[in-house]
């Protein structure tokens, strides 16, 4: 018991100084020029960092990773198909192909998928 006190407190101990001694050495300017401007290969960039990002991108980016994550639970399935009950393997694949389906046809209906609007 003593012995972990002891380790706790040097832990502690130890952590705090290299704490303190951080807040000492660093020379840290909170505005520094350098660090405020966008990086482009080392180069001063030729328009404005600050571009209005595509949301179409971002859903199509959040269709695919929904679809690779269903892959993921469907090649399984495919490998367990000799030593499962052939009913229940049945229904959860079915399941799990219903779900996409539906999905997919949601966001066909929603836009999400048609690229040019």
């Known amino acids: 018991m003593i012995k972990s006190m002891m380790m706790m407190l040097a832990t502690l101990t130890i952590s705090t100084i290299m704490i303190i001694s951080h807040m000492i ?4 300017m909170i ?16 328009s404005s960092s600050r571009l209005p990002f595509s949301t179409q991108f971002f859903l199509i980016g959040i269709l695919f990773l929904i679809f690779d994550v269903e892959m993921v639970m469907i090649l399984p399935m495919i490998i367990t198909l000799k030593s499962s009950n052939m009913t229940l393997w049945f229904m959860t694949s079915y399941m799990v192909i219903t779900i996409l389906i539906t999905g997919l046809y949601y966001e066909w209906k929603n836009g999400v998928i048609e690229w040019m609007n």
Do not use: A, V
């Not at 050495?25 to 840290?28: E, P, Q, S, T, V």
């Not at 505005?31 to 030729?46: A, I």
């Open 31 to 46: 505005m520094e020029r350098n660090k405020m401007t966008p990086f482009e290969c080392g180069f001063d960039p030729k």
């Open 25 to 28: 050495i660093n020379k840290k």
